[in-house]
């Protein structure tokens, strides 16, 4: 074969591996848009099955503990344990949302009422009238006095009227929504009561059905995803309380109301990460602005934002990459990602999902360099000894 020839093969070869590349990587998203898509369509069934199973995984232990304490005859009474102690957690969860709920819809005409009052407000004062010359060369009438008086004026309107219509179809979605919270609440204790009565039964079959040689891998990668999610979730737990004692210490230095409701919230959202902390911190200060002055609004956003910067960016990361060994990028994408396929579901899933993701790739031979992406970690040494691998 001469030189031209062999060039032209070349080239072909290239081409038709270009074309192979580009052909994989167009199926490889429309996969992916299909399995968004259907994920979507089944968040009704998927949402309760993926909170059932890690619910399970975190109280196993727990469960087992329980169990190995008491007589043969006697082991039914850890579960009934266990289950009461799940529903009571549920049932807080459930009722602190209902009350966070009920107690922001019966305030938000109060507050649009607040927000009309502040179109009226003189607002010259708070910058610097500037003397403009007119055209017979002496001084105009001053600019800027009532700039941001007239931008309340226009927007002040807009936004009353939008509180009151939130207000009245809050209320109404309240009861809907209560009852759909709680119909999903017990379709996800009765499957883990399931999970835990046949968790022996499903342990023997992946013990039968592992490949040759992958039954410790297999093992051991729930145990470590277990093991991750409880460690998981006690660090937002304790992140919570204290972020949510704190952000109350500042609202009742500045004697703002609904104390409750803002310490319930902090909490709550501190399990979406990042977005979650936003809301929780821009709430209560909208709130301190349409019923206080404007320089008390200032002073609680500028202390809930500087709270929010130390455990955002110091204290956060820093625990969590110790105990979870995730980037913080790869949390924000799941955030985005799983919040657009289940919504307000799915965000408070990410973070879970993408561990549970990062732990078993990592104890899979092929799967390894997938989870070092997933992690903060740069190489995979690093990554199995914060997993314990």
């Not at 807080?92 to 922001?104: D, H, I, K, P, T």
């Not at 799983?338 to 790739?361: K, Y």
Request: hydrophobic share 55%.
């Amino acid at each position: 074969m001469t030189d031209p020839d062999r060039k032209a093969a070349n080239d072909t070869s290239k081409g038709r591996d270009m074309n192979g590349t580009f052909t994989r990587f167009m199926l490889a998203s429309i996969f992916i848009l299909l399995l968004g898509w259907a994920l979507h369509a089944m968040t009704a069934v998927i949402v309760p099955l993926v909170f059932a199973l890690m619910t399970a995984l975190i109280v196993a232990p727990l469960d087992r503990g329980i169990a190995d304490r008491l007589p043969p005859q006697l082991e039914w009474l850890g579960r009934i344990a266990v289950m009461l102690t799940l529903c009571l957690v549920f049932a807080l969860f459930v009722l602190g949302l209902v009350f966070c709920a009920e107690q922001l819809a019966s305030a938000m005409p109060t507050l649009s009422e607040a927000i009309n009052d502040l179109k009226g407000t003189n607002f010259s004062g708070m910058m610097p009238n500037e003397a403009i010359p007119s055209s017979s060369g002496g001084q105009t009438a001053q600019q800027g006095e009532g700039w941001l008086a007239d931008a309340f004026a226009s927007g002040g309107t807009a936004m009353g009227s939008w509180m009151v219509d939130v207000a009245s179809s809050i209320g109404g979605q309240i009861a809907g929504a209560t009852g759909a919270l709680l119909s999903a609440t017990i379709l996800v204790i009765f499957l883990v009561l399931l999970a835990l009565s046949e968790s022996a039964t499903w342990q023997a079959k992946i013990d039968r059905l592992a490949v040759k040689g992958t039954k410790a891998s297999w093992t051991s990668s729930i145990s470590a995803t277990a093991s991750m999610l409880r460690r998981w979730l006690l660090v937002r737990t304790g992140i919570g309380v204290l972020s949510a004692l704190l952000y109350t210490a500042v609202l009742w230095l500045f004697n703002v109301e609904l104390l409750a409701v803002w310490a319930l919230l902090t909490f709550l959202l501190n399990f979406i990460p990042n977005i979650g902390a936003v809301i929780s911190g821009t709430l209560p200060a909208v709130y301190a602005l349409a019923t206080r002055d404007l320089g008390t609004a200032a002073l609680i956003a500028a202390s809930l934002f500087a709270i929010e910067q130390i455990f955002g960016n110091w204290l956060d990361p820093r625990i969590q990459g110790r105990q979870i060994a995730i980037s913080p990028v790869v949390i924000f994408v799941a955030l985005l990602v799983w919040g657009w396929i289940w919504g307000i579901p799915g965000a408070f899933l990410a973070t879970p999902i993408t561990i549970c993701m990062m732990v078993v790739s990592a104890h899979i031979q092929h799967l390894r360099p997938f989870a070092l992406l997933l992690s903060d970690e740069s190489d995979m040494k690093k990554l199995d000894e914060k997993l314990r691998i």
